[in-house]
């Protein structure tokens, strides 16, 4: 079992920078792939961004590309979503995810964070 607590969300305005946080618990935290999602109102929950197990493979969304920046700090059980240049568009209640061998879509990934909602103003 894998429990996966977030942090970091918030308001902020188009251009502004917002570092979202998942701490797991757990001693097989590095064993996992972590994933970021985001679903905006109404609409379903879409593939962010992806790490491997040691950080050194990254995938994002193309809409993402250039603007965020997925990391992961094993020895704290840690996954980061560094946030840059946002837009209102990025608006949407985001959430971490743990699976072994996942990739883009949310059915790989086993466990969940709580989810929590950033908003862009314009």
């Known amino acids: 079992q894998v429990q996966l607590v977030e942090s970091g969300g918030g308001l902020v305005q188009a251009g502004g920078s917002l570092r979202r946080s998942c701490a797991a618990s757990?001693?097989?935290?590095?064993?996992?792939?972590m994933g970021w999602f985001r679903q905006a109102s109404g609409k379903e929950r879409d593939f962010v961004a992806r790490?491997?197990?040691?950080?050194?493979?990254?995938d994002y969304v193309d809409s993402v590309k250039g603007r965020f920046t997925i990391s992961r700090d094993n020895a704290k059980n840690t996954v980061y979503l560094q946030m840059n240049s946002l837009k209102p568009e990025d608006t949407a209640v985001y959430y971490c995810?743990?699976?072994?061998?996942?990739?883009?879509?949310?059915?790989?990934?086993?466990?969940w964070g709580q989810g929590t909602q950033v908003t862009v103003s314009s």
């Open positions: 995810a743990a699976g072994r061998g996942a990739y883009y879509s949310y059915n790989d990934y086993d466990y």
């Open positions: 757990g001693r097989t935290f590095s064993s996992y792939v």
């Open positions: 790490i491997n197990w040691s950080g050194s493979r990254t």
